[in-house]
């Protein structure tokens, strides 16, 4: 088992060790708004963090969790855990996939995604789609953090790691190699293009 393989069993226990007392805070913020408390602001922040948190974990699970070659993640499933992801980050994520995918694909497409989230720190669009066999993942906004060096462990294999904040780039690369796959960058003014 390698290295990469180790990890991703570890991303995946912590994940699952996670969502279930998220779950159990969602239930019991439920509890407490059936009692009587009402819909203060307080409460409303709670729900909306906790919501936050259950998207990011579950989209964390399928980019950094490991996948079994013959898993698929249904649309429905992956619209669920975007729709929060990109709302609490001012992202409209145009997924123009109709089929269940494989898990290394959706994985692939979660890491670029997350690779998206970092381009797009002030909002934007990111759509998803396929042609062919290729994917594209476009990210469209007035401000894009396009500079070459954020991109680069997307495209080069040197010894050095990314910081922690950015180890969705050298781990979409790693992704994308165990898929047979490399991922092309195309960076414009506002807009950057990611083909796999």
Not at 22 to 34: D, F, H, V
Not at 116 to 139: C, F
Not at 158 to 164: I, R, T, W
Request: hydrophobic content about 45%.
């Amino acid at each position: 088992m390698s290295s990469s393989d180790i990890s991703a069993l570890l991303g995946s226990r912590i994940c699952h060790d996670l969502i279930s007392p998220l779950g159990a805070i969602g239930n019991g913020i439920e509890l407490l708004q059936m009692s009587g408390m009402g819909d203060s602001p307080e409460m409303s922040l709670i729900t909306e963090s906790v919501e936050n948190a259950n998207a990011r974990i579950r989209l964390f699970r399928v980019a950094f969790g490991a996948a079994q070659p013959d898993q698929t993640v249904a649309r429905r499933e992956v619209e669920t855990i975007l729709s929060t992801f990109g709302s609490a980050r001012s992202l409209e994520i145009d997924w123009q996939l109709e089929e269940a995918l494989p898990r290394d694909m959706t994985r692939l497409i979660f890491l670029l995604l997350l690779c998206g989230e970092s381009a797009l720190p002030w909002g934007g669009k990111i759509a998803v789609a396929l042609a062919g066999d290729d994917l594209r993942v476009e990210l469209i906004a007035d401000r894009v953090r396009n500079e070459a060096e954020l991109w680069r462990h997307l495209a080069t294999t040197d010894a050095l790691l990314p910081d922690a904040s950015e180890i969705h780039f050298y781990l979409a690369r790693q992704a994308a190699e165990a898929m047979g796959r490399t991922v092309d960058v195309e960076l414009g003014e506002k807009r950057v293009v990611l083909t796999a």
